[in-house]
């Protein structure tokens, strides 16, 4: 069993920057790909980020291309989100959680688990 603990969260003013850290024990993430959601009020939970098992491969939301780098140091069995450019539709709770459906579609919350507790980030506009 793996357990997952997001951190880094936090108030910003729009145009600054972010980084998460999901930092897992309990087991290696060095064989799963890892992803990030998040989760607004009164909205559903959507995919943010994913990035393969090595790190050679990443995957976005169309809405923060470009704006986020999601990485991995498989080493220190950590993912990260490094935010940029942040809006205030970008504030949400952020949830990282591991892969477990070898799936095709890197979007679909179901097929990921261990969810962290997640992180708070707020930005002002």
């Known amino acids: 069993q793996v357990q997952l603990v997001e951190s880094g969260g936090g108030l910003v003013q729009a145009g600054g920057s972010l980084r998460l850290s999901c930092a897992a024990s309990?087991?290696?993430?060095?064989?799963?790909?890892m992803g990030w959601f998040r989760q607004a009020p009164g909205k559903e939970r959507e995919f943010v980020a994913a990035?393969?098992?090595?790190?050679?491969?990443?995957y976005y939301a169309d809405s923060v291309k470009g704006r986020f780098t999601i990485s991995r140091d498989n080493a220190k069995n950590t993912v990260y989100l490094q935010m940029g450019s942040l809006k205030p539709e970008d504030t949400a709770i952020y949830y990282c959680?591991?892969?477990?459906?070898?799936?095709?579609?890197?979007?679909?919350?179901?097929?990921?688990?261990?969810w962290g507790q997640g992180t708070q980030v707020s930005v002002s506009s």
């Open positions: 990035i393969s098992s090595s790190g050679g491969s990443v």
């Open positions: 959680a591991k892969k477990y459906r070898s799936t095709q579609a890197m979007g679909a919350s179901a097929d990921f688990d261990s």
């Open positions: 309990g087991r290696t993430l060095s064989r799963y790909f």
